[in-house]
């Protein structure tokens, strides 16, 4: 029997179309790969580090986030690093929570850019 954590990625990489968008930000180059979804302007933000979620900015879903704003703060060897938004967008699903360790590659925020 399938593991569910393993299912749950592999329904993410099956969506996944490409590695996009140039990072603005030294922070997130560290700690995000931004990936283009089969959904039509949607894109997936996942960590490129192991780490814990310090802070989730107060977001909630559909919530309008502009471009440079600090989305979460993630700790890493005792560094703390800000994960800030790309694009000006909506944020569709939010994958993490405070105090959370989160895995490599794992997704933290799907959002959608405005056009």
Known sequence: MMNP???KNDL???NILKKSLKKRCKENEITT???ETRLEYHYLLKSRIVAEVVF???VSE???VFKGEVLCTLKYLSCTYNVV???DGYI???YIVENQVIDYSYPLFL???VR
Do not use: A, G, Q, Y
């Open 85 to 87: 938004m790309e694009e």
């Open 92 to 94: 569709k699903k939010i």
């Open 5 to 7: 954590k393993s299912r």
């Open 56 to 58: 989730v900015k107060n």
């Open 111 to 113: 959002f959608k850019k």
């Open 62 to 64: 559909n919530h309008c």
């Open 12 to 14: 993410f990489e099956l």
């Open 33 to 35: 790969d931004f990936f």
